[in-house]
């Protein structure tokens, strides 16, 4: 009975905190901010931002853990932070988590911050766009730059806090959450979110120069999701998955090139390509990355043409291997920046057996006897199975080639005869 009672009564507070949470109006609104800076968290923030200020929010909570990224984004990020109507808390969060690099300037300029226990912030010292050291002129202008940021973004909060926002930046010096709360760069050590909104509660804080005072303690909570557009810009901006592509999109047009008369291919390559340039504008890449990925298709279409019995296919695999390795790696790049060796092994080990096996049908073609051979096919009739435009597909006997004319465009079902043998295509005529 006892116990009946008890879960009445917990069931009533809890409907109570609800109605109370209800009927004071108040709403926080809260976003998850994870991984490099990218412009997909760019859009993400501003949303937010936007969206906390439709509906006149409390407060916008940024749970953030990032390694950094590039300082345009970031000086994007930091303009809507400080421009806001709506008083903005960084949340450095899980347990674990980090405000490196630029996402220790992005949580300065919070309105107020937060840090979970055994997270970091700092290391703060530019780099260049490929994570390796700029050089010592361009670094002096940089650092000084970002110093001013930060001295006019912990300018209130005292001395101690200055300098160690400011060696996070020359010294490329990191803080634990307990050392940051000592110095007082960070305003609250907070060990989950109701621990934070409690702490939150009554705290004044300065939006556009004028005091606000934050009451959280009774205000809704609500997550705002990333939206699906932004998902999907945010998986084509993973190393991993621009690789795949590349490497996709370009086997999909070397297909088309080498068996023309189909667009499935072409079409296919040319969408795989797009999305992966997306994603090279806005990772840092190291172009002899690319240099050797390009060179390992070419590789390949040559062995095709050529006869190098494979010694051109296993080149371009290993041409791939390397230009993937180090296409978004560089001395100092973060982990996040690093495509998977075993996804990179395993797409050339792929890709390396299927243009073997065609270059394995190309060189049987070649080699047929005479009976069977190139030459014995000219002057043969054949079928259009796919529309010459001028390039298509024809059956002869009982095998389909890959087939053109000289410009003329010739209907499937029609007959045509072989006036020539080119590799593994065939030109035709129009039968008379």
């Given at each position: 009975m006892s116990k009946t009672i008890r879960f009445i009564a917990i069931c009533i507070l809890i409907a109570l905190g609800s109605a109370a949470a209800a009927q004071s109006g108040r709403t926080v609104i809260i976003i998850t901010a994870e991984g490099p800076v990218t412009p997909v968290m760019v859009?993400?923030?501003?949303?937010?931002?936007?969206?906390?200020?439709?509906?006149?929010?409390?407060?916008?909570?940024?749970?953030?853990?990032?390694?950094?990224?590039?300082?345009?984004?970031?000086?994007?990020?930091?303009?809507?932070?400080?421009?806001?109507?709506?008083?903005?808390?960084?949340?450095?969060?899980?347990?674990?988590?980090?405000?490196?690099?630029?996402?220790?300037?992005?949580?300065?300029?919070?309105?107020?911050?937060?840090?979970?226990?055994?997270?970091?912030?700092?290391?703060?010292?530019?780099?260049?766009?490929?994570?390796?050291d700029v050089g010592e002129t361009l670094e002096a202008k940089i650092k000084n730059v970002l110093?001013?940021?930060?001295?006019?973004?912990?300018?209130?909060?005292?001395p101690a806090a200055i300098a160690l926002a400011e060696s996070t930046i020359e010294e490329a010096k990191a803080a634990t959450a307990d050392e940051a709360k000592a110095v007082g760069l960070t305003d609250f050590i907070a060990a989950d979110l109701d621990d934070l909104l409690a702490q939150l509660d009554g705290?004044?804080?300065?939006?556009?120069?004028?005091?606000?005072?934050?009451?959280?303690?009774?205000?809704?909570?609500?997550?705002?999701?990333?939206?699906?557009?932004?998902?999907?810009?945010?998986?084509?901006?993973?190393?991993?998955?621009?690789?795949?592509?590349?490497?996709?999109?370009?086997?999909?047009?070397?297909?088309?090139l080498s068996s023309p008369g189909g667009?499935?291919?072409?079409?296919t390559g040319a969408i795989c390509l797009a999305l992966a340039f997306y994603g090279l504008g806005v990772l840092p890449v190291n172009w002899f990355g690319i240099v050797f990925i390009?060179?390992?298709?070419?590789?390949?279409?040559?062995?095709?043409?050529?006869?190098?019995?494979?010694?051109?296919?296993?080149?371009?695999?290993?041409?791939?291997?390397?230009?993937a390795l180090v296409l978004f790696n560089s001395p100092g790049s973060l982990p996040y920046l690093r495509v998977s060796v075993p996804l990179v092994i395993g797409t050339s080990a792929v890709l390396g057996g299927a243009f073997f096996a065609l270059l394995v049908f190309a060189l049987r073609t070649r080699r047929l006897p005479a009976a069977m051979g190139a030459?014995?096919?000219?002057?043969?009739?054949?079928?259009?199975?796919?529309?010459?435009?001028?390039?298509?597909?024809?059956?002869?006997?009982?095998?389909?080639?890959?087939?053109?004319?000289?410009?003329?465009?010739i209907e499937a079902g029609q007959s045509v005869v072989v006036v020539e043998v080119r590799g593994v295509r065939l030109k035709v005529r129009r039968k008379a």
């Open positions: 859009s993400h923030i501003q949303r937010a931002i936007g969206t906390a200020d439709e509906r006149g929010a409390e407060a916008l909570i940024i749970r953030l853990n990032t390694p950094g990224g590039q300082v345009d984004l970031m000086d994007r990020i930091v303009t809507a932070m400080l421009e806001s109507p709506i008083p903005i808390v960084v949340y450095v969060s899980p347990r674990g988590a980090i405000a490196g690099s630029a996402g220790t300037v992005i949580t300065l300029a919070a309105h107020a911050n937060a840090m979970a226990p055994e997270t970091a912030i700092g290391a703060a010292s530019p780099v260049g766009g490929q994570g390796e110093k001013a940021q930060v001295r006019n973004l912990a300018s209130e909060r005292g705290f004044t804080v300065m939006v556009r120069g004028e005091p606000v005072t934050l009451h959280t303690g009774d205000a809704a909570v609500v997550e705002l999701d990333v939206t699906l557009l932004e998902e999907i810009l945010a998986i084509l901006t993973n190393p991993n998955v621009v690789f795949l592509l590349l490497a996709v999109g370009a086997q999909a047009i070397l297909i088309e667009w499935v291919a072409g079409f390009v060179l390992a298709f070419v590789l390949f279409i040559l062995d095709i043409q050529a006869t190098s019995h494979g010694a051109l296919t296993a080149a371009a695999v290993g041409s791939l291997i390397v230009g030459a014995s096919l000219v002057g043969k009739v054949g079928e259009v199975k796919q529309t010459l435009a001028p390039k298509g597909i024809v059956q002869l006997e009982s095998e389909e080639w890959s087939a053109e004319t000289d410009g003329e465009t």
